[in-house]
């Protein structure tokens, strides 16, 4: 019985092909090919098998989830073309592409944006952060054009949300990579909101200041900063490190590199009383209070740390003080 | 004589109707809009009970006595037009009597000129007899036609009967074709809400292992959806050969749907320390660490051990605010029902719990008959009736008169 793992996958990537394409193609409905997947997923050791399963089958019948296919639909045959691509979508799942990549695209909120490799996929904690935001600064919705920075704004999630909730709002987002701007830029084009989001090819931690600060300062900045203490990368999931761009996730030995980058430079970028909201590990909100307190020239005083839907300290709401930095 | 009489039938024929005429817009444009938002197709259809308890004294002696209260109330009263929107118990009673009245007295009048004309009837120009039976039909037409105003009057909708709702089907009595079944009553209800233009939202669907359904619920929304759909709350029963039967035996089967009011504003408050929030996440580093898909999420109410589920969105907070939907239309549905419960009714239809553990309907395949066994209709071509479209429209609105009658009956006879 003992298989060596590649000879394993190879086989089973082989078995996958039969079901459907032999005795299976008369009876080839949602629900079969699902229940078929699921299988030669689990026996594969993809994660999720059931979830990814579904998720590809609905989006190869043109629904969002299993559930938005339920009923007749799921039962209805499936045509020659879209059995095709179920094959094609479900062999990159057994070589571990999170699912996101290989459907192009995921939900965040309301929105529906576009995924592509390398450019990190949101995670549903982040969901929570532009809640928090909104919660916590009812000013944005009554001022008359409220500013906003977003750091590191991979695909555009936390920006385009904010845009979308707040009709007057403007926004800079800064990625440090070329391929997070052009998408987080595709993702403001087809909703939309391009008229209202400056994006910018800006690396925090090295290119200089000043291209920010020429900006002018904003109400609130905030930023899903690469938060993973390195020595913790190597414990992720093959469809993390395998296929999402590190430099959005390792966040230094200490997972602060850029949250400090952020901090430091925030009395530069904020309004006086602007308001920073990070999202972090859960080890990060004691750490930024330390932080905080050793460099009380930044006049940064942390007003909350709110915990996600897991009950793990996540998010992290700083104010900036009233006296102006600017000369 | 002859001169005086005929001028008084040249009135009748010429002067009257149209006097009465402008006195019926008069009520139509003073009652009209009540009457429009209250009911739009029924004025034009008269179900045949209803035209017999219209007919009946019992019905004369409602009248009768709204007129005394209202005289009563006249006084003390005055004018408090501005209640006049409000649906609340108390004033429902206020309410009906000030939009009834005018109308009763229209009935009056009407009939003190039947009186009159009845008495040309006696005359003996043929012309003038013909005349006046003519004018007795029209005004007892007339009458009969004011008496239907009333009653559509009465008919009060329920406060919730424009919002949507939750539709939950769960499949009972009968293992894997009792989920079959369940998952085609699903279905046809999907369809209905497709012929009726409204938003059919599946909320969660749970699969049974040969296509059936364990459970599954959907959110619907559109014109009058609960008033239409709160009719098939009950145990719906089956009787066939199922599929997976191989000796060709008869299997009777059940599945139970519910139908909950989803009001756009419910006064209710949930306390978070009563709800427990469960998601695929709830275990490791979370946030960067875990790239999951899995974004269904199950809130429970700890004091009620009411759950809520959704798994329709991609997005785990659309879930959540799905969810917690659910939760407060289930946690009302309880409050409502409580108040409902007080109010002790000997009526064949009922809405909610009391109608929810009750065989409503049975679908019998060998004899391709459905029957609701509240109004005992039996209707044929089963395959077309789970289209979810005309046959199964028919239905409802024959439970739905049904249900209007028997308002009608309680109100006159109390």
């Known amino acids: 019985m003992n298989v060596a793992p590649h000879m394993l996958h190879r086989l089973l990537t082989r078995a996958a092909l039969l079901p459907h394409r032999g005795i299976g193609s008369a009876r080839a409905t949602a629900e079969n090919l699902a229940r078929q997947w699921q299988k030669i997923f689990q026996d594969g050791g993809v994660p999720e098998a059931k979830e990814s399963s579904e998720i590809l089958i609905a989006h190869a019948l043109g629904a969002k989830t299993f559930c938005g296919l339920a009923g007749h639909l799921a039962g209805s045959p499936v045509s020659a073309g879209q059995l095709d691509h179920i094959e094609t979508m479900a062999r990159e799942r057994l070589r571990r592409v999170p699912v996101q990549y290989i459907i192009g695209e995921w939900d965040f909120l309301d929105l529906t944006l576009q995924m592509r490799p390398p450019v990190f996929i949101p995670r549903p904690e982040t969901e929570e ?32 949300a904010l845009l979308h909730k707040l009709p007057q709002a403007r926004v800079v987002a800064i990625d440090k990579t070329k391929a997070a701007v052009n998408l987080t830029q595709e993702n403001a084009e087809r909703l939309h909101l391009q008229n209202r989001i400056q994006i910018l090819h800006h690396d925090i931690l090295s290119d200089p200041a000043e291209n920010l600060l020429a900006l002018g300062p904003v109400d609130v900045l905030v930023s899903n900063p690469p938060y993973i203490f390195t020595e913790d990368m190597s414990a992720l999931d093959p469809e993390i490190i395998r296929y999402e761009d590190h430099t959005a996730l390792d966040g230094g030995p200490d997972g602060m590199n850029v949250i400090r980058a952020i901090l430091s ?21 004691d750490m930024v209070c330390k932080w905080l307190q050793s460099h009380p020239e930044l006049q940064l005083q942390l007003l909350s740390v709110v915990k996600d839907f897991c009950s793990k300290p996540r998010f992290i709401h700083i104010r900036r003080g009233d006296q102006s930095s600017w000369s | 004589m002859l001169l005086s009489v005929g001028r008084c039938v040249l009135c009748g024929v ?47 002696d409602y009248l009768k006595r709204v007129q005394q209260w209202g005289a009563g109330a006249a006084g003390s009263e005055g ?51 013909t005349l006046a039976n003519a004018e007795v039909a029209a005004c007892l037409e007339e009458i009969l036609n004011l008496k239907y105003q009333i009653a559509w009057l009465l008919i009060s909708r329920d406060e919730v009967d424009d919002c949507s709702l939750i539709l939950e089907v769960t499949a009972g009595v009968g ?71 191989k000796q060709g035996r008869i299997h009777t089967s059940t599945m139970t749907v519910a139908v909950l009011p989803q009001p756009s504003e419910i006064n209710l408050t949930i306390n978070p320390k009563d709800l427990r929030i469960e998601t695929k ?11 999951t898909t899995d974004s269904a999420v199950r809130i429970v109410h ?22 917690m939907k659910v ?72 439970l739905s008169d049904f249900d209007d009658y028997e308002s009608l009956v309680e109100i006159v006879s109390n």
């Open chain 2, 302 to 323: 700890i004091p009620t051990g009411l759950v809520a589920e959704c798994q329709q969105e991609r997005s785990q907070i659309k879930n959540k605010e799905t969810a």
């Open chain 2, 175 to 245: 293992g894997q074709e009792a989920m079959l079944f369940t998952a085609e009553i699903f279905d046809m209800y999907q369809h209905y809400a497709a012929y009726k233009n409204w938003s059919f939202d599946i909320l969660e669907y749970f699969r049974s292992d040969l296509g059936g359904v364990r459970h599954a619920s959907a959110s619907i929304g559109g014109a009058d959806a609960y008033r239409h759909l709160k009719y098939e709350g009950g145990v719906h029963r089956v009787q066939r050969v199922p599929k997976t039967e």
């Open chain 2, 14 to 60: 010429r002067t009257v109707p149209r006097r009465l005429w402008d006195k019926r817009c008069n009520v139509i444009t003073g009652v009209g809009a009540a009457v429009l938002c209250q009911r739009t197709l029924s004025d034009t259809r008269r179900p045949p009970g209803l035209e017999e308890l219209i007919r009946s004294d019992v019905w004369n």
């Open chain 1, 265 to 285: 430079l925030s009395p530069l970028l904020l309004k006086p009383k602007g308001a920073i909201f990070l999202e972090g590990d859960p080890r990060h909100p």
């Open chain 2, 327 to 398: 939760l407060r239309a289930k946690l009302y549905n309880i409050k409502l029902e409580d108040e409902t419960n007080k109010r002790q009714s000997a009526r064949k239809i009922q809405v909610g719990t009391k109608g929810r553990s009750e065989k409503i309907r049975t679908y019998n395949f060998t004899q391709d008959r459905i029957t609701d066994h509240r109004i005992s209709k039996s209707m044929h071509n089963i395959e077309d009736f789970m289209l979810g479209d005309e046959l199964l429209d028919e239905m409802i609105q024959a």
């Open chain 2, 79 to 129: 004018g408090d037009q501005q209640r006049a929107s409000s649906w609340r118990d108390g004033e429902k009673q206020g309410w009906r009597t000030r939009h009834i009245l005018p109308v009763i007295k229209e009935i009056r009048s009407k009939e003190k000129e039947l009186t009159e004309l009845q008495q040309l009837l006696a005359d003996e120009n043929e012309d003038l007899k």
């Open chain 1, 129 to 160: 952060l532009v809640g928090l935001v909104l919660a916590d600064c009812p000013e944005l919705k009554q001022s008359h054009e409220p500013r906003i920075l977003e750091v590191g704004c991979g695909s555009g999630a936390v920006s385009l």
């Open chain 2, 281 to 291: 996440r709830a275990s490791g580093a979370g946030g960067q660490h875990v790239n």
